[in-house]
């Protein structure tokens, strides 16, 4: 039997497949790659206020910016 591709693999997972939401989500991956918030706020083009804001849940990025931070965290190595 064919095996999901995320099993075995929890730190990558999309936050809703882990019942949790974008802000902790996102947090351990930036952990995950050894970023800080201002690294991803530079490579994103976006203020650093507002990757936090991510990360404590009170904003929620728009669709096309999860795209440009989906693409740093493919790019970023893990640590």
Avoid: C, Y
């Avoid at 999309?14 to 790659?33: N, V």
């Avoid at 206020?49 to 849940?57: C, D, E, K, L």
């Amino acid at each position: 039997m064919a095996q999901p591709h995320n099993q075995g693999v929890p730190d990558s997972s999309h936050p809703t497949e882990q019942g949790e939401g974008f802000g902790p989500w996102l947090g351990r991956q930036l952990r995950r790659a050894g970023m800080a918030q201002a690294d991803l706020a530079d490579q994103a083009g976006v203020p650093r206020a507002t990757v936090s804001a991510w990360i404590t849940g009170r904003a929620e990025p728009r669709a096309e910016t999860n795209a440009t931070i989906a693409a740093i965290l493919a790019t970023a190595s893990p640590k």
